[in-house]
């Protein structure tokens, strides 16, 4: 079974800092793996899609890399803002029988304060 | 364009009650997908619709469960006399296709409290 994880499960930063949030997964043999954004009570937002033979994305001040063999990802946000504060979720497709499915891990509780 | 659409966005029930939760999804999208988020746990997969394939029904956690999706847009999960441990946020997904390389799009999720 493939399991997800994120480190770290909080994070809290002054406005303007550059910073890195990590997730993990188990099963190397992803699909695809996407970044979530996740306000208090509300859905999620997709940020970021990186294909299993893609290295990174770019969206404005966001940048998402994949190492695929290592089972690992990076989001990196830079001059972090307080409308970033949110919960960032990463989660990966497997192909197979699970088709679609996402794997999410837990998510990282980010708070930029001004 | 509009996204995926859910409706209530909040259900306050009593123990032992049916509820009903709708989905609608992006207009085109072919796969639909509904995830669970409880208190302190992951989103945890339920089920997932592609076309007129039976569904992967293998995430639904009891058989109190079911789930149908008519036309192959609007869906709606059925939880069968409820427990407080129903108590969580249902999320909607849905996608362009049933690939696993298919950008999934959310909906705001209900929140259920079985009291």
Do not use: M
Request: hydrophobic fraction near 30%.
């Amino acid at each position: 079974k493939q399991e997800v994880t994120q480190i770290p499960a909080a994070l809290s930063v002054p406005e303007g800092e550059n910073l890195v949030l990590n997730c993990s997964f188990t099963d190397s043999a992803i699909y695809n793996l996407q970044w979530f954004r996740q306000d208090p009570g509300k859905g999620l937002t997709s940020l970021l899609l990186i294909q299993s033979s893609q290295r990174e994305q770019t969206s404005g001040r966001l940048n998402a890399s994949l190492d695929k063999s290592s089972g690992r990802s990076t989001l990196y946000i830079a001059a972090s803002q307080p409308g970033d504060s949110a919960t960032y979720l990463c989660a990966v497709s497997l192909g197979g029988s699970t088709l679609g499915r996402l794997y999410f891990g837990r998510g990282t509780q980010l708070t930029v304060w001004p | 364009g509009a996204g995926v659409s859910q409706s209530p966005s909040n259900k306050v029930t009593e123990k032992g009650k049916d509820v009903e939760l709708r989905c609608d999804p992006i207009s085109g999208h072919t796969a639909l997908y509904w995830y669970r988020q409880s208190l302190g746990q992951g989103l945890e997969f339920l089920i997932y619709f592609q076309g007129n394939s039976a569904p992967d029904k293998s995430g639904l956690p009891s058989d109190r469960f079911s789930a149908e999706r008519t036309g192959g847009s609007v869906s709606t999960l059925t939880i069968q006399r409820t427990q407080q441990e129903d108590s969580a946020v249902y999320l909607c997904a849905s996608s362009l296709g049933g690939g696993a390389h298919n950008e999934q799009f959310f909906g705001p999720g209900t929140r259920l409290t079985v009291l």
